[in-house]
């Protein structure tokens, strides 16, 4: 008897032909589930990536700082969107601070009297949203605040770099598939002029290091 009789005969016994079943129908389920798994790895992979690509990007962007003396001091700012869809939810608080310059921020950002906040139930891409923030002190024998004024005193110490400004930032943000995302920012202010004979201040680094944004 030849092997292919053999072979026949062994699949035409019942029993045989029941295992050599079962056996194809087991690796016909591993074969689906692994197909089903990859197609739902890849499906998973896809949505990510088109979400990445389409999600709110929220960025912090300064632009100047008015020193002018007998004027407020102030620090302009844009808040932009430089995704492709809307922001949600966005909310920013930032502080400005005069500092020594071997002080490093204190980056507290607790205390509302002398923090700045915004709020933006929507923010589109490419609509910029442009902002200021002052260093604030008392008002003498009030509870207000009020922006500090760039005095002659205070201006010398600037242009002799004996201080520094740090402006602290802090925003959330939702975008339109539900994640949250947040960033932190510093911005150091000091003069630079002549530019060869400048150090930064101490606080730079920290003030650099500051700087974090989520990995959503």
């Known amino acids: 008897m030849g092997w292919r009789a053999k072979t026949w005969q062994f699949v035409v016994v019942p029993e045989h032909s029941n295992a050599i ?62 995704g492709r869809t809307p922001a949600r939810n966005v909310h920013a608080v930032f502080r400005m601070e005069i500092l020594n ?52 005193d205070l201006h010398k110490k600037y242009i002799e770099n004996k201080i520094w400004l740090a402006v602290v ?10 994640t949250h995302h947040w960033l932190d920012r510093c911005q150091s202010v000091f003069n630079m002029e002549p530019a060869s004979l400048v150090s930064s201040p101490s606080g730079a680094a920290a003030c650099t290091d500051y700087n974090k944004t989520d990995e959503n």
Request: proline share 4%; no cysteine.
């Open 21 to 82: 079943v079962a056996i194809f129908s087991g690796l016909l389920f591993i074969a689906t589930t692994v197909y089903a798994v990859f197609a739902g790895l890849q499906w998973y992979i896809t949505r990510e990536a088109m979400q990445r690509d389409q999600r709110a990007l929220v960025v912090i962007r300064s632009i100047s700082t008015d020193l002018d003396i007998n004027k407020a001091i102030v620090h302009n700012f844009v808040i932009e969107n430089t």
């Open 169 to 178: 930032f802090r925003m959330s943000y939702q975008d339109i598939f539900g």
């Open 101 to 152: 310059y071997t002080d490093d921020p204190s980056f507290d950002l607790s205390n509302r009297a002398d923090v700045g906040s915004a709020r933006g139930a929507l923010v589109v891409p490419n609509d910029p949203i442009t902002s200021g923030i002052s260093p604030l002190s008392k008002v003498p024998g009030t509870e207000l605040v009020q922006g500090r004024i760039m005095t002659d």
